[in-house]
């Protein structure tokens, strides 16, 4: 029977091991004869994905990825200040139409994924919808849909890490913020003042310092991995 249009199937990369799923796992391979096992394929065929990559999923025109990063610290530019600041598992998700970017995202994790019910947990950056998929706003960045998946994702990412921040979105980072942050700040609970983000990432860049682990602070729950293939890939624009 002929494949439909948007029938889905997705890769979760773990371990060594590759797991292509539709509703179950439909075969176990190990990660040193994937290669070989999808050019013998006749029905599905990934494209050269980015390292890291812990999901893959494929809807008819439409394609989403996620990749992990693992914990480090990196230094951020907020309207002109620089800010060091340690980071949980890093989950940088892309959707494609026609292999061209019409989504970026961004989660944390205090362990790796190891299941699709595991839950990403809302990045209290600046630049992000944190409350609306983890959404990142790339301003002007644009990837040649031509290049290859692994490529225009490779460019996203140096995007994200070099691009300046801006208090646009900073009510969706504040309401990010977990405990630990907030009574770093000297604040009793979560304030919403776009002026005061300021305040947070100073906490943040001092616990840094101080050598707190961000893998165990309380981030607050964005969804699972499931529901991120799922919404990433949905048919309505």
């Known amino acids: 029977m002929p494949r439909r249009a948007n029938e889905g199937e997705e890769l979760i990369i773990h371990d060594g091991f590759v797991e292509r799923r539709k509703v179950t796992v439909m075969k176990r ?13 006749t ?3 990934t494209p050269l994905l980015p390292h890291g990559t812990i999901l893959y999923k494929t809807a008819g025109e439409r394609e989403a990825i996620l990749v992990e990063r693992p914990p480090e610290t990196r230094t951020i530019n907020y309207e002109g200040t620089r800010y060091r600041l340690g ?10 139409i026609n292999r061209a970017i019409n989504g970026t995202y961004l989660y944390f994790r205090g362990t790796p994924v190891t299941q699709l019910e595991d839950k990403l947990l809302q990045v209290a950056l600046p630049n992000v919808y944190a ?21 225009q994702v490779n460019e996203m ?19 990010a913020m977990p405990q630990e942050l907030v009574t770093k700040a000297g ?5 919403t003042d776009p002026t005061h983000l ?40």
């Open 29 to 41: 391979i190990k990660l040193s004869s994937f290669l070989a096992e999808v050019q013998k394929s």
């Open 43 to 45: 029905s599905f065929q």
């Open 87 to 96: 980071l949980p598992f890093l989950y940088i998700g892309a959707s494609f």
């Open 131 to 151: 409350q609306d998929y983890g959404k990142v706003c790339m301003g002007d960045f644009f990837a040649d849909p031509a290049k290859p998946i692994s490529e």
């Open 157 to 175: 990412v140096v995007h994200i890490d070099g691009a300046p921040y801006n208090r646009d979105l900073a009510e969706f980072s504040l309401k």
């Open 187 to 191: 604040k009793r609970k979560i304030t």
């Open 198 to 237: 300021p305040l947070y990432l100073d906490a943040w860049k001092k616990l840094t310092e101080e050598g707190s682990d961000p893998c165990k602070w309380r981030w607050k729950t964005q969804f699972t991995v499931a529901e991120f293939a799922k919404l990433s890939i949905r048919q309505e624009e």
